[in-house]
């Protein structure tokens, strides 16, 4: 048995502005009830809000709080509901066919975040397999591959996001897989069945640039996101001082606080307006740098009144 070669080192996440780890994330409403209901009816959960509202975030921390696996797929314009499943590598198999190593037509499937949730374990096997058949054989037979699928984590999040990137036919076409839980790979026939220790959340989100089939709505839990309160965007900026810098001080304290009164007074003048408000993910960008280059948050420092238009108000004619 030959032990898998090791994954190349990931590239470290510390000074990325949307980190995906969901260590810092401060849950809020009706969301902690949400996800126990999902579980309980194996409904997924659409999460409704602004863009930065935390709702692509927030399932990453509920794998992270539970030590669950964690695949997400982020749609696009050209997304179609059998890429959620399973992708095929069209590329690739006319690569090999022009070249005459044609593999088999397992070698060319991939497992999407679907599979990897409803069936992990046939997700796994089906991996290796397919990378088995690409290796250069060895000794006149394939090279072994390791099958070992102990260590799988049966619980798992999917986030599936902005779903209202697609055409409207991508929410119909997952109505089957997502209600059942299993399907059938076209290239092959195989029918990939649900396994039964196998339990996944899955969140959905929307941007709501696009109204989702009324069919699609039926079978979600559906929650609305809204902006968070002053006091709760200074929870927010405390939890990633904690989870990635620490300590949060008394300075820390002070400028979060001016911070989310500034962008109350943008929503609310917004709001007004018609305008667009600025978001959480917003509310960090600004407190973070304020944090690191010294900035007073004061109309009398330049720097702030240009930080202010680039990182919150991000309209030049807006005073």
């Known amino acids: ?12 996440v510390r000074n990325a502005p949307d980190r995906p780890d969901g260590r810092a994330y401060v849950v809020r409403g009706d969301l902690d009830l949400a996800v126990d209901v999902a579980r309980a009816t194996g409904r997924p959960l659409l999460l409704r ?46 690569a090999d066919a022009q070249a005459q190593r044609l593999k088999p037509i397992d070698a060319y499937v991939e497992p999407g975040v679907l599979w990897k949730a409803f069936a992990p374990r046939s997700a796994r096997a089906h991996a290796l397999r397919a990378l088995a058949d690409r290796r250069p054989r060895m000794h006149g037979g ?25 055409d409207p036919e991508l929410p119909n076409g997952l109505l089957v897989p997502l209600g059942s839980r299993r399907f059938t790979l076209s290239q092959t026939g195989l029918d990939i069945e649900p396994e039964d220790d196998a339990r996944a959340l899955v969140v959905i989100t929307t941007n709501e640039q696009r109204e989702l089939p009324e ?6 839990l559906v929650v609305k996101l809204e902006h968070p309160e002053p006091e709760e965007l200074v929870e927010v900026a405390r939890a990633h001082v904690d989870a ?31 305008q667009r408000k600025p978001s959480t993910a917003e509310f960090l960008d600004a407190f973070h740098a304020c944090r690191k280059l010294g900035i007073r948050v004061a109309d009398s420092d330049e720097r702030w009144r240009t930080l202010r238009r680039m990182a919150l108000l991000k309209q030049d004619n807006v005073a």
Request: proline share 8%; charged share 25%.
């Open 1 to 12: 048995m030959v032990t898998p070669e090791p994954l190349p080192p990931q590239p470290a």
């Open 49 to 94: 809000g602004d863009p930065g509202s935390g709702k692509s975030s927030f399932a990453a921390h509920v794998a992270w709080q539970n030590g669950w696996a964690y695949h997400e797929h982020v749609v696009t314009s050209r997304t179609q509901a059998p890429d959620l499943l399973w992708s095929f590598d069209h590329v690739r198999r006319l």
């Open 142 to 166: 394939r090279r072994p591959v390791r099958t070992d699928t102990a260590d799988l984590c049966a619980q798992s999040v999917v986030l599936i996001d902005e779903i209202d990137k697609a």
């Open 215 to 220: 069919a699609f709505l039926r079978r979600c």
């Open 244 to 274: 990635y810098y620490r300590p949060f001080t008394d300075a820390d304290l002070l400028l979060a606080w001016e911070l989310a009164e500034v962008v109350r007074d943008l929503r609310d003048n917004a709001e007004r307006r018609a």
